[in-house]
């Protein structure tokens, strides 16, 4: 399994963003174990900065799944976002 991270409009990277993310997103891992490759992306919106998003995209052997969230919060975006693939994925399976 490959996960990266990507930052936009972010100058640094964020460790405890990314250690919170492989967190929430473990359970989603091991209930679907056929997801080869995820990509996460942080972004703050240059017009508003309390709007944080992130965006996660998962590679399986049919298909890519992306969804994406924002939030005043990055941990709640990433929440967020990890509950609609969770239902996205369930839906499909």
Do not use: W
């Amino acid at each position: 399994m490959h996960i990266t991270f990507d930052y936009i409009n972010i100058e640094n990277t964020n460790a405890q963003l990314e250690k919170f993310s492989l967190i929430k997103l473990q359970h989603l891992l091991i209930k679907y174990p056929f997801v080869k490759k995820t990509d996460i992306f942080f972004k703050i919106d240059t017009d508003n900065l309390n709007e944080k998003y992130c965006g996660i995209r998962i590679s399986t052997p049919a298909s890519r799944i992306l969804a994406y969230s924002n939030e005043n919060e990055f941990e709640a975006a990433i929440y967020k976002t990890i509950n609609k693939l969770d239902i996205i994925l369930t839906s499909a399976c």
